[in-house]
């Protein structure tokens, strides 16, 4: 099946570092984005902690809130990337906070009784020189799939360096094997997934 050049992703980089450090998170996440710009899809990225969003559960907090905008791309995109470092064995505060702030399109609808956000796919990335990639992933599955999102077969890739040493992803030579494997396969599944579902969409609530 051929995708549509007309598919968009989002990924939104929860790094705790702020631009323009240098980040593990980062690269992995526009690697992603160059994956899916192979089956056509065409993405933009944002660094959380580079904005002002505020904690809560709203759609805006008002008072200079960044997240209104961010909504307004996450909503025009096909594909959702959310992309974690790997923090004492939990993802960053940062992507809580995203997922905290999705749980407001739990009282968003179309006329339908549909959420906003069916129809559209997302993809988990996790990096970290500790353990934890397999709960984060797990983590973030679920909390994208409680608030509307698709997550395609094989939709999340992660690296994780050797224990308690200070190598990180950025500082590899060349990709992994095994993560460059995984990004071509969930990217071409999340390019299938999301023209499926913008040509025909899940039927009304």
């Excluded at 929860?14 to 992995?28: A, M, Y």
């Excluded at 990337?81 to 997922?99: H, K």
């Excluded at 993809?123 to 397999?134: I, K, R, S, T």
Aim: glycine share 10%; charged share 20%.
């Amino acid at each position: 099946m051929s995708t549509p050049t007309s598919l968009t992703a989002l990924a939104l980089t929860c790094s705790l570092s702020p631009s323009p450090t240098e980040s593990s998170t980062q690269v992995l996440a526009d690697q992603v984005l160059d994956a899916l710009g192979k089956h056509g899809v065409a993405g933009e990225s944002i660094r959380v902690v580079d904005l002002d969003v505020k904690p809560g559960v709203e759609k805006d907090m008002g008072d200079g809130d960044a997240w209104p905008g961010i909504r307004e791309k996450l909503l025009a995109a096909d594909i959702l990337v959310l992309a974690t470092p790997t923090w004492m064995g939990n993802m960053s505060s940062v992507a809580q906070r995203v997922l905290e702030r999705l749980d407001a399109e739990l009282s968003e609808t179309d006329d339908e009784g549909r959420l906003e956000t069916f129809g559209k796919v997302a993809l988990a990335v996790v990096v970290g020189n500790e353990d934890g990639g397999h709960a984060i992933t797990a983590s973030l599955f679920q909390g994208l799939n409680d608030v509307g999102f698709t997550v395609p077969a094989n939709g999340g890739v992660y690296w994780n360096g050797e224990a308690m040493t200070t190598t990180d992803y950025k500082d590899l030579d060349e990709t992994p094997e095994a993560v460059a494997s995984t990004l071509a396969t969930m990217s071409a599944n999340a390019a299938h997934l999301a023209a499926l579902l913008k040509e025909a969409g899940y039927p009304p609530a």
